[in-house]
């Protein structure tokens, strides 16, 4: 996991280093607070990433457009116009 995934999600769900830990088992204790640490000595380079994979995400979304099945779902009425 990279640490900008790690700070994504707790950005995302507001969590504690133990609620991340409770959330990602695989990473002990030590290695979510040295992630937290490495982000605070490193926070205007790694907030500029993490801003960069958001903007590439929302472009691919645009590209990609509405998925078919999204489509019929709308064509049904199911899902707002």
Do not use: C
């Amino acid at each position: 996991m990279k640490v900008v995934e790690l700070l994504e999600a707790q950005i995302a769900y507001g969590w504690s280093p133990a609620e991340l830990h409770l959330n990602h088992r695989y990473l002990t204790m030590s290695q979510i607070l040295s992630a937290l640490a490495y982000y605070w000595d490193r926070k205007q380079e790694l907030d500029a990433q993490i801003k960069r994979r958001e903007e590439y995400v929302k472009q691919a979304e645009i590209e990609a457009g509405e998925s078919p099945f999204a489509a019929r779902l709308r064509d049904q009425g199911l899902l707002p116009l």
